[in-house]
């Protein structure tokens, strides 16, 4: 008579089971010879899926089910339940269930072993936080930021508190009610925050993850989220960012800071390049350091300008008050990068700070609750930072007389000069044909020309200046490429399309006003996908699905009216017919 298994050979024998039926069909799988090339894929990949599946049960036997340690702890366990132990203190029953099912109290240690080491990782982690709001660094001489000060000190979160919040507060999209984006598992919520930090009995800071039912919080409450965030998450990473660096300043952590908000791990190159850099300019190029996924290498780099500009000093905290919030995402791309620098010129910052937003200031939004008008006045009581006076190598001349016209320009345009704008961004182009934003502001400058007069042919301008800006864009896109510009251009030319679709149409002319209509739909669908591939802001990406929608549904129901009218002359035409059929009968 065959022994009886015990629970220890039944539970091990659960997974060599489902391993050796896995097995089992892996070898009759060798044994089928398919004719189509289709049939020998699926074989081989149905090997290999059944190989690893069959891999997976045995790892997970030897690591949790039945390895040597579980067995020698069973062992023991056995041994230790004896007779010699019968006490009065201990129960025979028990004694005896013990010594039949030593397996249970085996199981038991072991994953109470395991759950201690998970638990001793977790706080090892926890602990490594524990120095979270400073940062070893050299200083910077507060009235010379030029000059080095001899000795070393602590970025501390409480000194540079100020200087972060504005720097954030221009970079990042406030959410005043929690957010998710598409692709994101976390909803984001104020200052691009995407958990909630509290405090334990203990005193110690936690996380936990936004969703749809985080509490809604005013600004100030936001605002001590983005501090606990920095101190939890930022400012370690600056830490171990920074360990061993001698030449990092003040002025570089803070832009570090910043740079590193939602991405800490960037900190690491970024900080690598910085240590050696020699220059301003080097100093800048820094921030361009570390892979940036493609589809947010646009964005990405617009924020790393304002951290390069406020690192090499071209910027300080005074000037990001006065610059618009989001600002940032309006600016082109290589009207401030290129061929791996950022540009520094005088104009190239007076674009980028002066660059229209549907925000309002910096100073503006931190002077409408308490923790912000602290902030104002911790930045206002310490006086003005000089700004770093540097001789910029890597713009041309031409560079920057091309971005002083597209500056002058953008005042013309501003003052609705529109002919006087024209001319100003097409004599940038001239000098710099790489100027993406000189085409841009053409485009836009016939569009708004060609309202005011009604003239048809301004409109067919802005849509040939569209025509140039994509095809110089495609000729170089590792250099030129915004998908913001264009997805910009592409809104400016379907504007363009319906302007004279509807010249057309009060012209008695629809098939010409239809093809304009159907040209704009397509124009608007480009502004939509571009958008979305770049900042994908969500308001101008409405306005965009909005135009595209809109001129698709004016499009098919002239083509309707069309059909209907084109329906209409043929009946007409047979009816004459049949008429005409008539009378010649009559007279014949």
Known sequence: MANKK???????RGPDWAAEKFDNARRRLLQIYPESKLGQTAKVGGYFLLSLISYMIKTFDIVLVNNALLRGMERGYKS?????IKTESVDDKFVEFMQRHPWILSYLTYYMMLAGIVAGGNRLRDDARDDSNVAKIEIVDKVNPDKEVAGSAVLSLDAYWADIAVGLTELETYRATPRKHVGESRYTYGLGTTWTYFYDDNGKLRQMPNDDNTNIRDRDENYEQVRRHLEFDTMPALVRATGGAKNITDRHAIALV???????????????RLDVAQTAQEVADAFAAGKIPSKWREGTLKRRWVCAAYAAGVITTEDLLKMRRD???????????????FLLGEQTVKYVMTRPSINGSVEKFLSGFDTGRKILGTVKNRGIV?????????ISKNIEESMSLLNLGGAKLVSLDFKGAIELFQRAIDIDPDNMGAYSELADAYNRLGEKSGDIECFQNAVNVVVRCNNRMNANKSLLMDRDVKAASYYTAGCARRAMGDIYMSRKMPDKARDNYRKAAKNFENAVYNCEHGDNDVEKLQMYMNAAKEMNVRGKRMSFNAGSQKLHDNEAIKRVSVANLVCDDYTA
Do not use: C, W
């Open 6 to 12: 015990t629970a220890t050979e039944k539970i091990g």
């Open 80 to 84: 230790l339940f004896t007779a010699e």
């Open 386 to 394: 000089a700004h770093t006076a540097i001789k910029d190598d890597i």
């Open 327 to 341: 600002a940032f995402s309006k600016v082109d791309i290589n009207n401030i990068y290129r061929n791996g620098h």
């Open 258 to 272: 910043l740079a590193g908000y939602q991405r800490p791990s960037d900190m690491a190159h970024i900080a690598a």
